[in-house]
């Protein structure tokens, strides 16, 4: 807590060095952020893209109707 009103109290401000040390590590940050999420989300879109190509596959020949017990409609899985 002291070292937060020490903050507040000091007026002798930060030089434009210390700034762009600051602006630097945030850039960095936010660059391993943005990187790992693009993984994850590139990652989830695949695996989506892969599930509906699998149910694709099953696809239900023309003819098949929901609601029999034709093996050609697709499960709740899909």
Do not use: Q, R, W
């Not at 020490?6 to 850039?27: K, R, T």
């Not at 020949?61 to 609601?67: E, Q």
């Amino acid at each position: 807590m002291a070292f937060i009103k020490n903050f507040i109290a000091d007026e002798s401000g930060a030089s434009a060095a210390e700034y762009a040390l600051i602006i630097a590590i945030v850039g960095v940050g936010i660059g391993a952020a943005a990187l790992a999420l693009g993984n994850n989300v590139t990652a989830a879109i695949g695996g989506a893209a892969n599930d509906v190509h699998n149910c694709n596959d099953k696809k239900a020949p023309s003819g098949a109707t929901a609601g029999t017990s034709s093996p050609y409609v697709a499960s709740a899985t899909c």
